[in-house]
């Protein structure tokens, strides 16, 4: 299973058209739950409610000091961590105002999609979009080229 978790919801459309047609299309190689909780004034506060919301799962926070990694790589990561070893994998996005330090120190994992800035809601469909690819680029469909 892999769970996102978001703070805030997508208020753009064709942005949220792309992430709920992404979700969909990942729900057919792998159960995929998108959770929208409500942001916050105090990280602090966010934090906590991200806390209580995950356990023992395989932690991946993106952050922009996070690491750098190739689709195929990242690939790789779902393919162990999920697929061969049966962990639950997490993924959790930041609001504009970040993440807490708690949630960051939770992370077994910290990600950057990429060194460019993108916004929160924008980062949302993109890393939809990169899971989608990994499950193709493991299935060897031809959506990676």
Not at 36 to 42: A, P
Not at 75 to 81: G, P, S, T
Not at 108 to 122: G, Q, R, V
């Amino acid at each position: 299973m892999i769970k996102i978790i978001v703070l805030g919801k997508t208020k753009e459309k064709y942005l949220k058209s792309g992430i709920d047609d992404f979700i969909n299309r990942i729900n057919h190689f792998h159960k995929i739950e998108y959770v929208v909780l409500k942001d916050r004034e105090n990280i602090n506060e966010e934090g906590k409610e991200i806390l209580e919301r995950i356990d023992d799962e395989f932690v991946i926070v993106l952050d922009v000091f996070g690491k750098d990694c190739s689709s195929r790589l990242f690939a790789e990561l779902i393919k162990k961590e999920c697929i061969e070893e049966g962990k639950k994998l997490v993924f959790i996005l930041g609001s504009e105002t970040g993440l807490s330090e708690d949630v960051k120190k939770k992370a077994n994992l910290l990600l950057s999609l990429s060194k460019m800035t993108f916004t929160h809601e924008m980062a949302r469909l993109i890393l939809l979009e990169q899971i989608y690819r990994a499950f193709n680029i493991i299935k060897g469909t031809g959506y990676h080229k």
